[in-house]
């Protein structure tokens, strides 16, 4: 480790989610001081209530209402005076296929996971520019350079979100301000959890998902040694690289993908109904309200 936290103030996004609880506790026990920021208010403070350490707190915020975010960044700046280290991890996803979902919810899922964490990057500026040495810490996807089929409006809004950030960190640097985004494939969240059961992009699973943690160590790799990009599994980064230099053999690589993604998903599920998570009633998959670690091999 060499990035220092001890009086850090870092604000998470996506706060009370699974990835952003493996990263804040481990920067909490170093001595940041954590902003857990979510839009589920109680969940906010729960997670912060939880952390080690003292001076956390959690805030409610509908990161795609401007009047919202510029509060937020109002009281964190009253509270704390800057940001260290803004870490913008929220998402969403929907395993409504394209050609069946609202118009709405193209809009939404394009507000939450492209326009909100530009949004509140930009407006978090004054803050950050405050700091001695800020960073930016952007949750981006493998999504973000391979297409997913069955999800087209999280590909378009990670692939956006991906060539954003790499411009920002290109034009923040010579302004002071370090800005890099950590791209995982499929990771044992409660969005993951869901969008298996709801029948989803099965291409995620090619691989067994990995754990939250697996994620938030690389995030902190990137706090220690600050880069463009940073993968929590470079192996998977490669595959889709390389697929991505023939893009029109997609189609036959897809069904290659395809079936072996479909067997993962299927072992996933499996593993979700062996440990409680998620059960079939009726032949539909449900999940069980509980987001408990699930045992990793």
């Known amino acids: 480790m060499t990035y220092d936290y001890r009086g850090k ?12 609880r493996a ?6 026990s170093l001595g940041a001081t954590c902003a857990v920021v979510d839009i589920r208010t109680e969940a906010a403070e729960r997670t912060a209530a939880a952390l ?5 707190a959690g805030y409610g915020c509908d990161l795609t ?5 510029e509060a937020l ?17 929220v998402g969403m996803t929907s395993a409504d296929r394209f050609d069946e979902r609202s118009v709405e919810s193209i809009r939404t899922e394009l507000e939450v996971n492209l326009l909100s964490p530009l949004v509140l990057t930009r407006l978090a500026v004054p803050l950050l520019r405050a700091a001695p040495d800020p960073r930016v810490v952007t949750t981006v996807s493998l999504g973000g350079i391979f297409p997913l089929g069955e999800t087209p409006i999280y590909t378009a809004s990670k692939f956006g979100l991906r060539g954003a950030m790499l411009a920002i960190g290109l034009d923040l640097r010579a302004k002071g301000i370090t800005a890099g985004s950590v791209l995982p ?7 993951l959890r869901r969008e298996a059961v709801e029948g989803g992009n099965s291409l995620q699973f090619q691989d067994p998902p990995q754990p939250p943690e697996v994620v938030a160590r690389t995030m902190m790799r990137m706090l ?9 599994r470079p192996s998977e980064a490669v595959l889709v690289k390389t697929a991505m230099l023939v893009p029109n053999a997609l189609p036959r690589l897809m069904r290659l993908f395809r079936r072996r993604g479909e067997r ?21 998959w449900a999940l069980v309200d509980d987001e408990r670690a699930l045992p990793h091999p």
Do not use: K
């Open 9 to 20: 103030v870092v604000l998470v996004t996506g706060g009370a989610g699974g990835i952003a």
């Open 23 to 28: 990263f804040l506790g481990p920067v909490a």
């Open 52 to 56: 080690p350490g003292a001076g956390h």
């Open 65 to 69: 209402d401007q009047a919202q975010v």
């Open 73 to 89: 960044l109002t009281r964190v700046g009253a509270e704390h005076g800057r940001i260290d280290v803004l870490v913008n991890n």
């Open 185 to 191: 494939s499929a990771t044992d969240t409660r969005m």
């Open 224 to 232: 220690d040694r600050p880069a463009l990009e940073r993968y929590p």
């Open 264 to 284: 993962g998903m299927a072992a996933y599920l499996a593993r979700l109904e062996r440990a409680g998570i998620a059960h079939r009633r009726d032949g539909r």
